[in-house]
């Protein structure tokens, strides 16, 4: 048994809005670069969907992942050593940019300096890649609130599945319409068929956390790896010739820090902690035969930290005391492991995911209500599990490799918890006949409820520090986004560089945020020429001119005062 160490994530689907929120803070934090402006490293997808890209899930199109060889070992899907030399200068299979969208801005300096005529000025879209005239037919989340699902529906693989395996089950009629948000990021897998796909060993999984980065120096852009990650979270950037990825954050996972997507999140249902797993196991438990016992599987190579042989063996192999306290506190551990709640997505894909997911119910309550039933009572809630508005089988398909019996536990888990708890927010004594119908007791139900509805910041993240002796392991010279003074990479100006011709992109710039945000003063009305931009105001400190005074409602300030002076000048 070799013990090591993983940063995980559990997102809790009932409580995504899909706001995108988490989508913007990473966007303008990693990917505000040129070459990056079709990039997403955290999107969130409205299901049923294509996706992004496009049908990603069709690995018979996309050869993404791993897959078992006559003899019962492991092979990437897309070939091995030897196809992969053979078609090395060759591209690849891998989506195009219309699968993932040609970005686009628009002439906004034609609605402003347009000349006095009589048509009304109108902003076309333009192409962020060629500075040319553009439609806009797709984008990162054109499936956003089912949009054109009546149409687009039948497109998403796991529909195409259910339909052919059970007779038309799902049908977009208005009266059966379902829908739910699904936050995606790099998985950073236990058994990352990206990295071994990597013909120059570019991309490497960090020793002390698990977290899988793209070395910058080493990376030539063979793009080999975007066929190999079934998920399509590695993105080519053709300005610099390089691929790149979601890094978890892992500046601020080494402060103790949640990442950026976790920090903003509105909805506060992601969770981040520590995994303790043996490595040793990993590729045995990914050649499990049967694609419906990888979870299973997955399962047992996650390690009990509080099992005193495991903590001995963590010890021999150098990981902290602090980081094994951390792993006992984890409440990714809790969800996936203890409660068994929180499930990967696509196991079938045999790369041993480490964000994992806990399904959402919360439909099961509104077909009860709109048939005049109590829709949180438990006998109700676990027997219209079955008539659940979004079918069990979808469900499964994402992320069981179909078998629906492990959804079905874990629905009538989160059932009993909504209704046990419901019955003492009302007064009533414990009915503990609730959490046995599911095998838990009121206690352990109710430390789930908590963990899940109401924990604090520093219950849904737990994460150890980096340790000075660390320091020059976790150096990451080359590592993604860390190259050519990282993300931003350009002069202080107002706007970033675009890809192909020179165009303006919407977005600001690095180092002007960077600026503001490490001043002893915070930026004055005369600064922002007389105007605050709340889009961009990173909250620290109060700009002049931001409220009125009032005082003087009517006054203006010495900053304002300058203001008018220049432009008057």
Known sequence: MRVMAQMGMVMNLDKCIGCHTCS?????????????????????????????????????????????????RLKLKAGGKAAKLLGLFASPVQPELKDYYEPWTYDYKML???????????????????????????????????????????????????????NEKIKFDYEQ???????????????PSCMASCPSGAIYKRVEDGIVLVDQDRCRGWRQCVTGCPYKKIYFNHKTGKAEKC??????????????????????????????????????????????????????VILDPEDPQVQAEARRQGIAEDWLEAARRSPVYKLAKVYKVAL????????????????????VTDLLKEQGHDAEDAGNLFGAIDALRIPVEYLAE???????????????KLAAMRSYMRGISMGNDPDDSIPGKVGMSGESLYEMYRLMA????????????????????????GCSLDFEDGPGMYEDSPFGEASGTPTPVAIENFYALQARQTSEEPPGAASLRGRVNLLNWDGTGRPSGLFPDPHHPDKTTPAQEQAKREALE
């Open 247 to 300: 890094t978890f954050c892992y500046p601020r996972i080494e402060v103790g820090q949640p990442t950026v997507c976790s920090e903003t999140c509105v909805g506060r249902l992601r969770y981040l902690g520590l995994f303790l797993y043996d490595a040793d196991a990993v590729t045995g438990a990914a050649s499990t035969e049967d694609v419906q016992d990888l979870y299973e599987a997955q399962m047992d």
């Open 454 to 477: 109401i924990a604090k910041y520093e219950e849904r993240y737990v994460i150890p520090k980096a340790h000075v002796e660390q320091a020059h392991d976790l150096e990451e010279m």
């Open 177 to 191: 319409t379902f829908m739910f948000y699904l936050p995606r990021i790099c998985e950073h897998c236990l058994n």
């Open 112 to 166: 402003v300096e347009a000349p006095l005529g009589d048509d009304f000025p109108v902003a076309r879209p333009k192409s962020l890649i060629t500075g040319e005239d553009t439609k806009i037919t797709w984008s990162a989340n054109w499936d956003d609130n089912l949009g054109g699902t009546s149409e687009l529906g039948h497109l998403d693989p796991i529909v195409e599945k259910v339909r052919r395996e059970s």
């Open 398 to 412: 994402l992320f069981t490799a179909g078998d629906t019996t492990r959804i079905d536990t874990v629905l009538k």
């Open 344 to 363: 990967p997505l696509h196991p079938e894909y045999r790369t041993m995911p480490m964000v994992w997911y806990v399904p959402p119910l919360s439909p």
């Open 24 to 72: 913007v803070t990473c966007k303008q934090a990693w990917t505000n670069r040129a070459g990056m402006e079709y990039v997403w490293f955290n999107n969130v997808e409205t299901r049923p969907g294509q996706g992004y890209p496009r049908r990603y899930e069709d690995q018979e199109r996309w050869k993404g992942g791993w897959t078992l060889n006559k003899s019962g």
